[in-house]
């Protein structure tokens, strides 16, 4: 069994040569990069005779009291019982105290070993046992804590290389899978788009290289960087902060282990680490929340994240307004708004699309269908799995896939959105039912979209995230959905009529037809759906005649409230001006998913080919680039919607005049009114089921405890919102009939 490797040194050296001499520049001595970072403007001199003797007095030591710098506001009483090695400079130091959360803590330096460090003004440093090489900005407090230490060749968690270290050493977070085969490179200011481009597009090597030139170029090679602890950050009662960057108004208590961070903090957005944490090698952005014994290793939270009560969180990406309590993730990339929140759920090797809820007994991902640690799940926004569901790699969902209790025995391939799946153990087939968020819980749907959008607290907004159920991802899988759902019937009719090789064609257009025209003989057929599920079982599509009709629907809706808006944004009365809006429209592009941002696909190969060229050279210069698509957005969402209208009701733009308007102007009300009442009666369920009232003797004592549903703020909020809406269609109806341009046919 090895020694362990403890070096002797004469003590004349401690506190110096901070920088090894190999790894100096020519000319620049070892404070030179410490220089740099000190940008707080305090002038320094060297100790008075006087102040020496104080400071002598007050049961401090230095090895060379030159080696003291202090500024004229220095007031040598307030430094007690110290030790300083090597350079220390201090900034004013006045007679007060510092109160925080009701403590109090008296300015100046007590009780503590202090090594080649700088302090701004004020500071109260009381009983830290060993703070080396860190700058302290004003007003901080730092209190009974062991070590406060950064090395030479300190990263701040980031996972570049120092001069002289083997590229072995470099820290990777290896999202997605455990094989590390979609392995990224953490880095201070990374975004989720960021961590998919670089993980998804594992075919494309010279992408990938300049990935890693831009990381390389930005962050730097050379040693001798000092930790950093930014203005009014308070840190107590905590063991161990090594090789950590912390901003300003940072509050972190009780911790065990801090270690080779980056701790972004603001005083717009303050960062808070509570009691039992032990974080390493990662990014922290501003405004998270860790605290009650969380372990994370490899990672990197986006602004606004929060990890709670004992969750583990390695080798993952969290994304903005996301929380994880309780549970483990391992491996995964995650978008922004994700929620999950109990102890026994396990997340693994997947990317989550976002806006999700993981919840109590969940296992998202089991390698055991595998020979390695290999597998993958990709779940697209939206992802409700219920209580205790189990899943396998490899498996992919599309939008705002709900899975009912149950062991998911086989991979999964699921491309119908807004689905409830389930397993019928008696029949042993696999379940779906489309649109049943459409038909069962627009309650659920449209409050979370609401809510998403309100808990946005990010303070920068690089990427413009997408809340709405109804977008261009979702729309582009609900016409595939129609395909697929024409298909399986035109199928299942063929099968009963004794033609089971009817092609593909055939199928897609007699059960176009069946559909379309509301044939009974739909609800007859046992449908069944092929390449769900990696099984011999059945794949059984449920309600297929009312999920389609959900689809057809929601797509209209789609198009026309964005009608609406184009032609209220745009103050037209004048339908000619109107048809130019659909002259820019079109709808096959596919929409992909870039970390909460949508993109349609082009623009991304677009955006990958300026990466390769270097028309986009850094970090930031991506960050404007999702910024300026995200400023074109809702245009390009505009033209995807109208052209989606027209799709969906088959006509064309000759055929639109101010009949046709009128029409539609007319249906989006009856839409609106119906979702309007779909959103109320899917709440109202939860106060008529027998069930749920079995636990009240009177609707009084249930209505104080869950309150009333008619003043349920939310269904309030919507009925207010369609009255305002049935104002503007009927504003909208006065000035088309006001100003027509086109004569009614």
Known sequence: MAKNAITKTPIEKLGYNFIKPQFLPEGKDEYYLRNLQNRSGISYRNLTAYEIEALVKNRNTSDDWNKILVSDAFNPELVKNCKFFGLVRIGKLEPYFLEFKDMKYAVGLYNSIIISSDFGDNVSIDNVNYLSHYITGNEVIVANTNEVATTGHAKFGNGIVKDGEPESIRIYMEICNENGGRSVIPFTGMLPGDAYLWSKYRDDEELLQRFKEITEKEFKKERGYHGKIGDRTVIKNSAIIKDCWIGSDAYIKGANKLKNLTIHSSEEAPTQIGEGCELVNGIISKGCRIFYGVKAVRFVMASHSQLKYGARLINSYLGNNATISCCEVLNSLIFPAHEQHHNNSFLCAALVMGQSNIPAGATIGSNHNSRAADGEIIAGRGFWPGLCVSLKHNSRFASFTMLVKGDYLYELNIPLPFSLISINYKNDTLEIMPAYWFMYNMYALARNEW???????????????????????????????????????????????????ADDDACIKKGEILLQQKDEVVNELEIVATGFENSKRKTVIKKMQAAYNAYTEMILYYGLTHLIKYIEVNEITDTSKLLKAFGQSERDTKWLNIGGQLMNEEDVEALKDRIKNKTINSWDALH??????????????????????????????????????????????????????????????????????????????????????????????????????????????????????????
């Open 451 to 501: 809510k998403y959008k309100d808990r946005d607290n990010r303070t920068e907004k690089f990427q413009l995230l997408e809340y709405d159920y109804l977008a261009p991802d979702s729309v582009h899988e609900m016409f595939t959905s129609l395909r697929l759902l024409e298909l399986f019937t035109g199928r299942a009719w063929y099968l009963k009529n004794d033609s089971p090789d």
């Open 624 to 745: 404007e680039a999702y910024y300026a698509e995200g400023e074109i957005y809702p245009s390009k969402k505009m033209q995807h919607a109208l052209a989606s209208l027209l799709e969906i009701e088959k006509i064309n733009t000759e055929k639109i005049n101010l009949k046709q308007i009128n029409q539609w102007l007319d249906k989006a009300v009856e839409m609106a009114a119906s979702v309007t009442e779909r959103i109320s009666s899917s709440r109202k369920k939860d106060y008529t089921n027998p069930f749920r009232k079995i636990t009240y003797s009177a609707d009084a004592e249930m209505n104080n405890v869950i309150g009333r549903f008619e003043e349920n703020s939310f269904v309030l909020q919507q009925q207010k919102a369609f009255e305002s809406f049935k104002r503007k269609i009927r504003k909208m109806k006065a000035g088309f009939a006001a100003n027509p341009s086109l004569k009614l046919k």
